[in-house]
């Protein structure tokens, strides 16, 4: 069963990207299925760190991104919107170049808050990191 208030595409979700920190880093949505949401992000000069490996900051942009973007989806954004307000990351392995690829699943789908698990592997399907983010369901208006 679908958690997403209404129908969505692909295309739709690469239009919120212009002018935003998921525009700098390359952060593409790339899949999704009934409950989960799926996104790329390069291991590239843009997201290392000063040792060359992937920055874990951008490990929490990504899964940030994915889980807001998730959460959002959710709701009836003319009603509700949501807005991080915690989140862990736990970095499990070292990347230094390819593709990243985090998905995001809810954990809870409350009326004031949601909490969602992001996993981020590379290209080899290898844990790299593990996050949750806990969102603020808040009113529109």
Same mark, same amino acid.
């Given at each position: ?13 690469a ?23 799926q996104?790329?992000?390069p291991?590239?000069?843009?997201? %290392? ?5 992937l ?19 959710c ?15 736990? %970095? ?6 390819g ?8 954990? %809870?789908?409350?009326g004031?808050s949601?909490?969602?698990?992001i ?11 593990f996050?949750t ?9």
């Open positions: 069963m679908a958690i997403w208030f209404k129908p969505f595409d692909l295309s739709q979700l239009l919120i990207q212009p002018n935003t920190l998921g525009e700098q880093l390359d952060i593409r949505f790339s899949a999704f299925g009934d409950d989960w949401l996104g790329t992000m291991v590239d000069r843009r997201t %290392h760190q000063p040792f060359g490996l920055h874990g900051g951008a490990s929490v942009a990504l899964a940030e991104s994915l889980g807001s973007t998730a959460g959002s989806l709701l009836d954004q003319t009603k509700s919107r949501c807005v991080g307000q915690s989140i862990t990351a736990n %970095h499990v392995r070292g990347v230094r170049d593709l990243v690829t985090g998905t995001a699943r809810p954990l %809870h789908l409350g004031r949601q909490v969602w698990q996993d981020i592997r590379d290209a080899g399907g290898a844990l790299v990191c996050s983010l806990t969102l603020a369901v808040l009113s529109a208006g």
